[in-house]
């Protein structure tokens, strides 16, 4: 029926239900899109209103929507039915519109591949206009073409109607039920139109008949041969036919062939086989021995084959084709965008084989019934033959996503899901399980499994699709892989699942299980009538573009090796490059498709998108287009070639530092392209997996298929800071060195170049202060050669492509970074900017994103959302369009983390920063007020791994500091906050910080930087204490509680200025200022306690400082030093008391003895008045905390350079802390180590009080020149020869006249000073004979035995009774073993992952001869090279293989056992620690080897280790 008559005349009053039923049988849309609009509409009164437009907001394709603007055009003026017919283009598919319509426009497939994709069919087609095609990207010239050709169909078809109508009754009887469709055949075929297969299975049995029914003449053969038995050969033909079974496993139903005449016979043998009737047929006469008909039957079907045959290709072709456009979404192969999460049943062994598709496929996961995947005969066995899978059960997939996908490896590596049983690992875990028993212990992980997966980007914005691979037949819902069919239509859309079936049967049944429970037809989203070896081969063709067929990597001697894809799967850190990168990805590179894909990729490039390999390809293969080089060019490529020649490490760090948006990354890419025949050559594309992994496929790499080594160069883009990628350098230079069969001839090839990015504000700066052999600079300025290049590739550009001054980023840099060029670019861009509109308000979040993080971005999945409109196949296109009157300066770009998104961004960040300009300028739009307003959308901070990333760069933008333009010290705050702070003040900096503390509740680092704000900036001490407070609850670790202890110290430093500009004293300001520093000071105390606890758990994960403020690694030490800082303070607070005033002498000495405990403050004389007595009881209050300042400050100082003399630490943050603690022991001599004038007087008045006094002075001078512990007069190596004798003389009369007990001490001193004496000036008077210190040191070892508490003593004894070629000294072992012991119980904190420094080593001469100190090497180098480049070269070890050194200091024999190195005296073998694990080969191979010797405090180091053979 057309019309649906019982509809209501007045369309204003239909119902919801009505619409449906309109939309569903006039309008003839399917059930689920008329379902959508009727509910979403409502009434007719509403629909009424509706227009195209209104249809397409809903999310409705263009093909449809316009059918239905179209039929309610109509049904406005009244006119109800269907469209009227046109010869049978009205039935057509939306393939078969694709079909038809790529040779009317063979110049531009992709408008065939746009109707597709909008999903246009017939009926579609013939309401469509010219407006329609335009607004679906068909331009107006090629629109015109298909509306001609669309009436040309309409006459041709009315034409092939008219002449069908006059050729008589078609067919027979047998044959007048199916050929109903007769004349729309016969009209596709003369239109040329490919015709669709027609056999489909219904959801109901009793259905089968019509859709399975054979040829009529089919039928009529097997009456005929029937007509020729006998009436007894037919009771034998129905008897033996009945046991016949059919596709669905039924046999012939007995009761409609007894008794029944041939005819009858026949019609069952039709209808109950279908397609297999004349099988059937041939098989039954030959068991009843009548072999002439079978014969007969044969040839018969002989004759039909090869029509049999064509029409089976043709039903392949249709069903390949629908298996391609499932696969790519109508495209013409895979997407790098694309994954696939794979769910499948049981699978038998003959499957297998043509199961090798999975590997082509870009698998997300892949959910496995089968509990004997991973047996011997598996489909997970078979997969892994060829790719890497991890091997997952669906309880780990429980938790946040991000931590899911970071811990099980997702996006990098398959996940094959284990869903229920495994029999390879035998448990009761693994057991298989009946489907009651599963849908009670396992469903629930799996349906979250299913939550998760489906939350992933590429799943919802249909990037992906889910696959059920059915190998076999699911006969029941009560199945766990129907249950997970369910649970995947809960979580994404219908339209994103599609089943391949290995068989019609096993589909059939399939079907009609989902259409019982679902009401939903699976037929257009399904394969079936394809065998899995064709599906194999279809998928196979479908190799995505941008893939060699075989990738190449060079070799020895000239030759290559083929990297698998199983090798390339387990380097999953490293983006490989290629010898034969992008050849052969294209079999004719000559085509118009190509040469297509050439114009977008250089324009994408050209642009601003980033640089691929695929723009180096385009210039090699074409000499006239050159790729412009900046000069740095040439300086890289030597660079990298002189470092490779070098012989001295396994792994060298070279750095580049760059102006952001310079060209640095394409010229560094350039680089590896030119040396990939030379390296094999790699970008680390994932920074967050360990180092030691990280190094570990580097070594895959240099090993890969060669017999000998190949040396690697690795890319490190974009490091926020130089010195981040020294930890991997150190784990690759082990890694290589622990290489086993790697002999001398191939070290040369067992080297790992790093080729380090690093963004700098000031990149010449920073190259100036490096060794200038490992690094290089690039600066956004153009040198006269490379603007010349410029304006030639300009010219180029005008000859092959549209508008090249279109292309931004190309001319920022031809125009040499101009400033006002870049400003008008901005200017014209925002001429229509509405701070109100959505479009405006997202182009201001990017100009913020892009000028203050770098690689930021807007992900196009969040950019549909925040527009609200609805998830396209084509986002990309959709985001644009709404973005229209800013796209000439943004681009699309794909990030390759997380699984690899596209996002939105600004071409160059210069131009987003000028954006931000204009729009304070002329809009009075702040940086502040985008912050804020970006703050305020929900949206960016929901859960989702892209939402998480620009939640991240948001906090990063918030928090994260730079370096000075000097390349010292950190800005106090981002630059943002310190934007915000010049334009808008504080009170706007602090509603930004409230607003992401509500944002990012689990995250310390907000609360503590506005912490920081607010005691920097706005001295609002309260306020900062609680959100210190704050940020110290969320997570206490050593930073946060930093924070707490820098408000107190700030507040304390801010009382102080306030009270010296007031006149009158008030006590009470003394008591606040004291409780301040008492509790600063324990906050100080508590995080050095909490780093010092990180330190003792080797196993505890260290606690994330994004401000950048403390060392990632290695010992931090800031309680320290602010609890010495904190100390001074309240010194300085105390010398201005009336009573200590420091300026007085007198007074200064009351402040010196009160502190040292020596005077009770009674004692101190002072005015007697009613201030004063109230700071003598404020300060009695505060007695205990007072008294133990001054030892706790010396005992913190003489830690303090213990730690700066024996380790080595971290350059940044030690070389600030050393000053500050510096600058303060200054302070602490001038208090605590002068005497006043009075004393000395006393001294030379009392003859009974000099020796006492001269004692003391003595004691003073060594504190004072910070010669009074065994670390500081170590220190002395490079100081004043008159200042050592100073220090000798000391000790000379301290030794000889204090107690036993603090003698030891002073003793060891003391030789420890003739030492160094000795070395800087030998023939001083003071020093004494080598055999008399000796002689000291014996008395002293026996004095404090082998368990002293400091390892000093055993130091000296190292230094003394170390064994000579001609003597060997057994005893040295017991020192040896006692440094060790003592170092580790005393000093183990200084020591935990931190390597020990020598400050002399072992040389060529006798007694102390052989001592060579560290300063006297030093001094032969430094008036050749910088102190800089010198500190690098003792770094890396490569100091030792200066002349200057073999000459002085002395090789040591010595052999390497099970992994640990001796030095051998003889029969004596001492054991020493390499001062470097990575110059040590593993294996635990014996071999002889010989060294340099330095003495460390924690024992003997062996430098440069050499094998001897």
Known sequence: MSVVSDLPADVGRWTSADICRWLKCEVRVGATLASKLAKEVECGQFLLTFDKQDILELGIKHGPAVLISRSLERLKKGERGVTPPCGGVETWSARQVFDWLLPQVPSNPQYAKRLLQEDVSGRCLLCFGKKDFVDIGVRTGPAVHILKKVSQLKEEAQSAGAALDQGGEVGARAGAGCDRSGPQKETQKLLNVPLEGNDRHRPKRKQIKETAQPAPRDVLTVQKILEDLGKEDLKKFQFVLRDKRNGEGEPTPWGKLEGRDTVDTAEVVGEHHADRALQVTGEVLRQINQHDLAGRLDRIRGQTACCSEEAERKRELNQGEKLKDLLTVGGNSLDSDDRFVVVVNKSSPEQIQHLHFLSKLPLFCVLDFDPNSNGPLGLCRAYKETRVANLHSPSQYQGRWDSVAGSLNLFDQTSWVFCNGRHDIPSDANKELDYRTWFKKSCKDVEQLVALVCGCDFVRRSQGRVIFLLLSPVDTDKDPFFETYRSFLKHTEEQNIMAICESAGTYGKWKELIADKFDFDIDPLSVYELSLSQVNGTVAALGPHGQSPAKLLPSSDSSAIVLRRKDEDLMTALDVLCLNQCENVYEDEKSPEFADFRTRQEEEFYRGGKVTWWNFYFCDKDSKKTFVKRDKYSNVMRMIRSQQREKRNACVQLNFYHHPGCGATTLAMHVMWDLRGEFRCAVLRDTKLPKEEIADQIIQLMKLESARHCPVLLLVDDAKEPDNPHDLVNCVRK?????????????????????????????????????????????????????????????????????????????????????????????????????????????????????????????????????????????????????????????????????????????????????????????????????????????????????????????????????????????????????????????????????????????????????????????????????????????????????????????????????????????????????????????????????????DDSQAEHPEDESGDFPRKGYNIYGHVGVVEMSFIVFEVLAKLPFFHEREPMKKKYLQSFLGGSIPIDSVHKDDDEVNARYVQIIKDHQPFLLQLKPEVKKKFDFLNRYFTHTKGNFEFDTVNHRTVCDHFQKYVDLFCTAPEELRKVKEDNPKLKLKLTLEERRVYLEKRQADTFSGVLQHLDRPADEVEKIVESYAVLQQTVRQKQNIHVRINYILANVVLYLLRPKSKLVKGYLQLRDLLLEALQAVGLHYNLPDPYYLALLFFWPTPSEENSEIRTYLNAIRSSSRKHLSKLFHKRSTVAHLYLGRGTELKRLVSKPSLDSSFLPKMPRDTLAQLWWNGDIFKEKDISDRLLRVGGTIEQGEVFANYGGLKIPVHPARRGGIRSGCSTEKVSFYLGFAINGPLAYDVRYEN
């Open 735 to 1095: 890694a290589v060195e622990d290489l086993e069969g790697a002999g001398a001839e191939d070290a040369p090839n067992c080297k790992v170049t790093v080729l380090n990015c690093v963004r700098s504000h000031s990149p010449k700066s920073q190259y100036k202060h490096q060794n200038s052999t490992q690094c290089q600079y690039l600066t956004a300025s153009l040198t006269p050669h490379e603007q010349s290049e410029f304006e030639k590739k300009l010219e180029e550009l005008q000859e092959t492509h549209e508008k090249p001054e279109n292309f931004y980023t190309f001319m920022i840099m031809k125009m040499n970074f101009d400033p006002k060029y870049i400003d008008d670019v901005a200017h014209n861009t925002l001429s229509s900017f509405d701070a109100g509109a959505d479009d405006g308000k997202l182009f201001s979040f990017l100009a913020l994103l892009n000028n203050y993080v770098a690689e930021s971005g807007v992900a196009l999945s969040l950019c549909e959302d925040f527009f609200g409109v609805k998830m396209t196949r084509d986002p990309a296109g959709c985001v644009l369009d709404e973005m229209k009157l800013y796209t000439n300066v943004l681009i699309v770009d794909r990030v390759e983390e997380c699984g690899g998104y596209k996002r939105l961004r600004i071409l160059h960040h210069t131009i987003a920063a000028a954006c931000l300009e204009v729009l304070e300028r002329r809009h009075f739009l702040k940086v502040g007020d985008i912050t804020l307003q970006m703050l305020h959308y929900d949206l960016f901070f929901s859960d989702g791994v892209v939402k998480d990333r620009l939640a991240h760069s948001i906090k990063r933008m918030l928090i994260r500091r730079q370096r000075k333009k000097d390349g010292g010290e950190r800005e106090l705050f981002s630059p943002l906050i310190d934007k915000i702070h010049q334009q808008q003040g504080g009170r706007t900096v602090q509603d930004i910080f409230v607003k992401a503390s509500s944002r990012f509740p689990d995250r310390a680092s907000v609360p503590q930087a506005l912490a920081r704000y607010l005691y920097i900036n706005e001295r609002d001490f309260p306020e900062a204490l609680r959100w210190a407070e704050k940020a110290k609850n969320i997570a206490p670790n050593p930073y946060t509680i930093d924070t707490v202890a820098q408000v107190y110290k700030s507040n304390l430093r801010s009382n102080m200025d306030r009270e010296k500009q007031e006149l009158s004293r008030d006590p009470d300001d003394l008591d606040a200022n004291l409780r301040l520093a008492a509790n600063g000071i324990r906050a100080f105390q508590r995080a050095q306690e909490q780093s010092d606890d990180n330190e």
